[in-house]
């Protein structure tokens, strides 16, 4: 399948993804879910937001190229502690690319130019969100990650981070072992799993955020 098709319908079906993606929400009766804690925004969020910002950062507007590195097809859902999804929540996201470089004036190497290297998108009425990325990849000092950022109405400003499950690095990244709890951890690891779009091979993974306390 032609790159530029395949991406136009992946753009299409972002906002109208299968439910087997994302858990239902959680019975009125059940308890309340753990809040996911929130991390540091660190010093590499765009002091610029880059004019070409939407839900896919494996292409650049007005370039022809892929970003580097393994196509991370990234979704799930924006609740509270009740399982009630929040919707019109804005979602950003930003992350090194596949040179371990940040878009970013602090840059210190080459940057991969077909990388968007952050993006955004508006939760549906299901809360649910969805990001078309390249699979985080470390760099000095730091395990593979993706920063989030949430903004809406009732809940101001929400900083996070996501981490891969299994990842060696985890153990020696000091945010992540600042979590402490294994169980924490594991709710902020997220699985990653080998999926095809077309003739594309990626992975793809899912991370619910749960805000409240």
Not at 90 to 115: K, S
Not at 182 to 209: F, H, K, N, P, W
């Amino acid at each position: 399948m032609d790159n530029d098709i395949a991406r136009r319908l992946w753009l299409k079906g972002a906002g109208i993804a299968t439910g087997a993606l994302f858990a239902p929400s959680v019975p009125a009766w059940a308890a309340r879910l753990a809040a996911t804690p929130a991390m540091t925004e660190g010093p590499f969020y765009p002091p610029q937001l880059p004019l070409d910002s939407d839900n896919d950062l494996t292409h650049v507007k007005g370039r022809t190229g892929v970003a580097r590195g393994v196509v991370l097809d990234l979704s799930g859902r924006i609740i509270d502690v009740e399982g009630r999804p929040l919707r019109d929540t804005r979602v950003e996201i930003w992350q090194c690319d596949a040179f371990g470089q940040y878009h970013h004036p602090a840059a210190t190497g080459p940057i991969d130019a077909n990388f968007q290297g952050f993006g955004r998108t508006v939760s549906d009425a299901q809360g649910r969100y969805r990001f078309l990325t390249i699979k985080p990849v470390p760099y000095p000092g730091r395990a593979p990650h993706i920063h989030f950022k949430l903004r809406g109405p009732e809940l101001g400003e929400f900083t996070t981070q996501m981490f891969v499950a299994g990842e060696p690095l985890n153990e020696r990244d000091f945010l992540y072992r600042s979590l402490r709890d294994r169980q924490v951890q594991a709710r902020m690891s997220v699985t990653l799993s080998a999926a095809r779009e077309g003739a594309t091979s990626m992975v793809q993974g899912t991370y619910d955020i749960v805000l409240g306390t």
